[in-house]
């Protein structure tokens, strides 16, 4: 983890970390005893223990088991399998074994969506592939007291099936050669190769990277930070996973290829806590090219090029996938992304000048320094090129890694992976866009779509109103609560989708939950509320009939029984007449939405029979 000293407060969020790994939650008395170690205010450390899911201030059990939630893994089976071994285990959902050895919950997803269902062990172990066996065998496993270390190695296996592979994902190439190539010219040659290659950051956004570092090069101070996001958040991605494993001499060369060519002597990768189980291996790859003279001081026989990199531990939130909130991350305290301007290239890490990037990104980078901005300005498009890994899962029999050119056809990513007759596919997961199957022949790249890698498929038997529903619940879970349009907003979206699912639902609902789409779009802080409504706008664009067998009525619906909540009051005044009740009229609200015209509903424009409830 992090070299910085232990005792300062930037280290913060890295001691909770490794004081949880020893007791399992973070007791009292152990918070009060760190808290004056750092001379930090308790407060303050209970407030960032607070925000990350996988800290805790109340005991959990000693094994804890967190199932993946995302939305491929229920649909494999997930919430059964969940719920079969509770059962076995005799513990409820979220809750601790009366015993105290064991808790089963839920977190989002673990980046496995291509081996899955799946689960995290105490967060540093995972098993694969659940099914019915393997959960009735985990379960015997428990209860004969054998230790995670000690379980079968098969359900521990990892595979990474690339299935296509171009530049990125092809053979991997020597350790130092691209810097070789990069270190006969001077750092702002790599600025220019990258500027010549026209690179966009592979996390979504699309920024030049170009743009990004030479910011940070012009900043007049003479010490600059390299910060990796590999903080792979978003739900069905999980190329960065493979990139770590296979080729992780690309990523570090990477990252010290941006360390020439802005003078930087620091360098962090910000490990999401789902893959801390990546940890003792990037850490030998590190040590590794130490000794190859590839990283620390006079790196490749260059006095004066120092520069070395240290490895900080997430612990579950994914509003840290955004580069401001990583950088508050990486400094010890609470995500909340960053009022900006200023960016992190002019004031980042500690305030310093910062680049951030991602690990694709920085793969890229060590391709172009290593064959040549023309080669790499050759592939894609005019705006985006280069190639573009895709994490594919879902209803498709060869889920995994596809690398393909940017510009490359939603279609043929499908005809590839053995999707037949899909209904629909979610490129960029749920802050993505969902794509209808008349639209398939659109192309991922900036000037159409866009996408941070995740691609899940949806066939024809799956309800995207539930999909839909998984994401503003995930979204509400995740909003980090700095502002109020996504604080509130998510929560009511979240809310309305269950007042919909219970059949209590009208076309009053529609209209609400459009109009939360526009608020959390156009009001929010970040990128997380911006794009928290995007599943809900293309669903309710493109597969309405979804929304509309759901809703009881027409016109308005209460989302809860009012005369039954006075129920209570009647029977302290002993009250059971007419006059105890409420009337139920017909108000001047639901009449105007019976003769409201449908703004948007090209698919059912005409008005649906009204159902009565019993």
Known sequence: MSAAPAGEPGQLLQRLVALQAQRGWLPPAALEALAVEMALPLAELRGVAGFYRFLHLAPVGRLRLLFSDHVSDRHQGAPALMARLCARLGVAPGQVRADGALSIDRCSCIGLADQGPSLLVN??????????????????????????????????????????????????????????AALAQPGSALIEALASARLLGRGGAGYPVADKWRACAAQPVTERVVVCNADEGEPGT??????????????IEGMTLAAWALGARHGLIYLRGEYRWLLPGLQQ????????????????GRPGFDFDIA???GAGAYVCGEESALLESLEGRRGVPRIRPPYPSSHGWR??????????????????ALRGAARWAAIGTARATGTKIHSVSGDCARPGLYEYPLG????????????????????????????????????????DLPSAGAFTVFGPGRDLFEVARHAADFFAHESCGFCTPCRVGTTLMARRFDKI????????????????????????????????????????????????????SLQ??????????????????????AGAHLATRETDVTRKHEVMPEPDAPTNPQPQPQRIAP
Request: glycine share 8%.
């Open 408 to 447: 490359t056809p939603v279609a043929r990513i499908l005809a590839d992976c053995g999707a037949v007759d899909a209904q629909a596919v979610q490129v960029g997961g749920p802050s993505g866009h969902c794509v209808p199957a008349r639209d398939f022949g659109r192309r991922i790249a900036q000037e």
């Open 556 to 577: 308005f619906v209460p989302g809860f029984d009012l005369d039954a909540e006075l129920s209570q009051a009647r029977a302290l005044t002993g009250r059971h007449d």
């Open 351 to 368: 305030g310093l000048p910062t680049v951030v990037n991602n690990v694709e990104t920085f793969c890229c980078v060590a391709q172009i």
């Open 285 to 300: 790859v590190l040590a590794r090219r130490r000794a190859a003279g590839l990283l620390g001081a006079a790196i490749a």
């Open 123 to 180: 967060h540093g172990q995972v098993i694969t592939r659940l099914d019915a066996a393997r959960i009735d065998a985990l379960a015997q496993a428990i209860e004969a007291g054998l230790p995670p270390a000690a379980w079968p190695a098969e359900w521990q296996q990892v595979d990474e099936p690339v299935r296509r592979a171009d530049v990125l994902l092809g053979a991997a190439d020597a350790p130092g050669a691209a810097l070789a």
């Open 238 to 251: 999980f190329k960065d996973r493979t990139l770590l494993r296979l080729q992780p001499d690309a990523l």
């Open 311 to 313: 490895i900080h531990l």
């Open 501 to 552: 699912a219970a059949g209590s639902g009208s076309r009053h609902d529609l209209d609400a939950l459009r109009s939360l789409t526009e608020l959390l779009g156009s009001s929010s802080h970040c990128g997380l509320g911006a794009s928290a409504g995007r599943m809900l706008h293309d669903t309710l664009r493109h597969h309405r009939p979804a929304y509309e067998q759901r809703l009881q």
